[in-house]
């Protein structure tokens, strides 16, 4: 028996100790080695002169780019003794001015054989798209104050867009931005108002994007363009807003085709209800004729539109509030223990029903929308009727119970009473 | 009031053929001691009563139950919402479980406490022991059936600890599992525990645990029997039939409605159908009655004296088991007095205390 105790502790004790061990650290890649005379002369300088240094991390100092691939110059030369040999203008040191840098950065990101070198699949339009841009317009008009390349991603230290602390990361751009357009003095000069920013930061997009994390939320490029006047392709603002809205943009571009007597020009498309850069989340009190109706902007009492916004706005607002009953209804009969699982997920037929309505108030069509409004009327009426054939059950089970609580207390009164009837007879020993 | 003609004729007609009258006689001449601690006795007949009504209602739940991935968690959805009493017969099954689970470890203890485990009863605590190993293999089993997410992931915890025994935990786990991990594979498997497997060894050993209690009748304990000895005056007792047998049906009348009540007000809950793709919610936690090993498990530090805290808890909990198993052989002599007797209720009640913190625990973590 011994033996077998033993080899059982070993055992035992073997496969403890193994899996107690600690799994080795992953050693980080190092940085790629670059001899540069830059590097170590201006290592000794301070201030601006000192700053590139900084940035090893730099998106082209990774892939292999140094400072004489965009300043030129001899990084074999120089040194301590001799700044002026590293620094010889015939062999192109110097750097480019405001208004020739987007030119500079599309010698590279424009040669599409180069880049592919670095990355296969990315573009290299970044400059064309850049001249259908105002700012690039302006640029190429010699306004040397409009925005350009390193303006927006730095002059070193540039880091991918994915890198979070790229200025132009999902989460940097609005602030990026706002360095220019926050800038009453500049945007003075072009008669621009600076409230953008500020107004983009109360918005339903800038809520997604800072409070949920939620990368894929627009901010400022994806509505004006990263280096174009708009995302590529888009010529409109229901087209801008449509890229994410689909179902809403193809509605109101089916009502462009169909009622074309319509004035929908750009300018009264979607920022009319929704605002452009203060974009607020939708509810349905802004259909209607109520005070926070966005209808009566422009429909008044006295045309058909008016009755019109007026009958689905009510109707809209009374099925999301018969909705509300039949879940709350639901619940409460669910905590009180019925199983509703199978109702309340019917009822889902009915907020689909509400969802589809409110995305198709963007077709202009009372009928069209108010089939579908009725549709969930019946879902969500279906729901409140489980919910209170869920409380007859209810009060059939505690009438239930309170009927056979007391058919068993007959029942152990009638026990109680035999077993006295036998036990005052000779029962015990 | 005497019977009617036609009844009394059935009666004598039962009598000729099987011959009732002396299974009645039986009962009439069995006594059963009458002290201060038997209240006691009544455990075992609830604990019976109680299994009475899980074999009824899960016969009732076999109707409408599927046993696979797919349709398990839908079955009992349409049980409890579409099948008139449906929820009312899950419920008193789930409530009747845990009452049940609840009313044998009293027997069990109480047995242990009042000695009813020494000779020649020995036989009788072994059985009770292994039933009450079954019954929470039914605990254990039945728990997953439904199939929503904190039966899910409390079998899967539940079988990873079985899982971490030593030598024998990965054949352990896979036999439990039907594979590497928690599927509708496990599902089938688990029903097929629940509905014939141990049925079938309980059909057995309970059989043999009530043949064993008629055949040495009710323990007097120890200190009740000196002090009958020493004053000489014999038990008080009275007939199993009628006395005993109209007290235990009043509490079973009892339990009933207990079970009732419960199951009107507080219909046993369905939750949300399993994912196995989604992540493990929040507060998963096994039956109570799991509480405190499940507790032990995880206050244990991950490693002591180089050795894993998990396996060595598992060990420790295996050993008390089996202690507990052979209680009757380690505590020969529970007389009154007796110093490794009492050590032996120290120890329970130890035992008792350790095992009510740690399930209070469970549902009342200490912060911090």
Known sequence: MRPWLALTFLAVAGAAWSSAQEPKPVKAPEPPKIESTCISCHRQLSDAALEPTKHLDDVHFQRGLSCHDCHGGDPTKGGDDDPAAAHDERKGWGKPTRLQ????????????????????????????????SVHGQRNAKGDDRTAVCVDCHGVHGIRTVKDPRSKVHPTQVADTCARCHNDSELMARYGLPTNQPGAYKTSV???ALYEKGDLSAPTCNDCHGSHGAAPPGLQTVAQVCGSCH???????????????????????????????HAVQPPSDEMLGVGPKSTCTNCHQPDV?????????????????????????????????????????????????????ARVLVHAFDEERFLASVDEGAKSANAGVTAAERAFA????????????????????AGLVLKLREIERGPGLS | MTAPAWLAEAGRWLEERVGLSQFVELGRHKQVPLHKHSVWYYMGGMTLFLFGIQVATGILLLLYYRP???????????????????????????????????VLFLHMFSAFF???????????????VALMALMMGFGFSGYLLPWNTLAFFATQVGTEVAGRVPMVGEFALRLLRGGDQVTGGTLTRFYGIHVAILPALTTVILGVHLMLVQKHGMSVPPKIE??????????????????????????????????????????????????????????????WYFGWMFQSLKMLPPHILGFEGEVLGILAISAAGLVWFAVPFLDRSPKPGNRVSLAFVASGWLALVYMAVTTAMVYWPVKG
């Open chain 1, 393 to 412: 059950e209810l009060r059939q089970r505690r009438v239930g119970l309170v009927v056979s609580l007391a058919v068993i207390a007959a029942v152990i």
């Open chain 1, 101 to 132: 840098i987007p030119l500079f950065c599309a010698k590279c990101h424009a040669d599409a054989a180069y880049m592919k070198k670095f990355n296969p699949a990315t573009r290299v339009d970044q400059l064309s798209e850049y001249r259908t």
């Open chain 1, 205 to 207: 997009h800038a809520r």
């Open chain 2, 68 to 102: 696979s991935e797919g349709e398990a968690f839908e079955s009992v959805q349409f049980l409890m919402a579409r099948v008139p009493f449906g929820w009312l017969i899950r419920s008193i099954h789930s409530w009747s479980a845990n009452l049940l689970v609840f």
């Open chain 1, 246 to 276: 689909t179902r809403e943009g193809s509605l109101y571009r089916e009502t462009e085709k169909k009622k074309p007597t319509l004035n929908l020009t750009p300018a009264i498309q979607c920022v009319v209800c929704h605002d452009n």
């Open chain 2, 114 to 128: 009042l000695k009813a485990f020494r000779k020649p009863r020995e036989l009788t605590w072994l059985t009770g």
């Open chain 2, 226 to 287: 000196a002090e009958s000895e020493r004053t000489g005056e014999p038990l008080r007792s009275h007939a199993f039939l009628p006395n005993f047998l109209i007290r235990d049906a009043i509490g079973w009348c009892a339990a009933l409605g207990v079970l009732a009540g419960l199951a009107a007000v507080f219909p046993w809950e369905l939750g949300v159908k399993a994912d196995p793709f989604a992540s493990a919610p929040a507060g998963i936690r096994p039956e």
């Open chain 1, 304 to 356: 058909p539109q008016y009755r019109s916004a007026e009958r689905m706005g009510r109707s809209i607002q009374a099925l999301s509030a018969r909705l509300e009953e039949a879940h709350r209804l639901l619940d409460q009969a669910e905590r009180a223990g019925i199983e509703v699982t199978a109702d309340r997920f019917a009822l889902r037929t009915g907020r689909d029903h509400l969802v589809e």
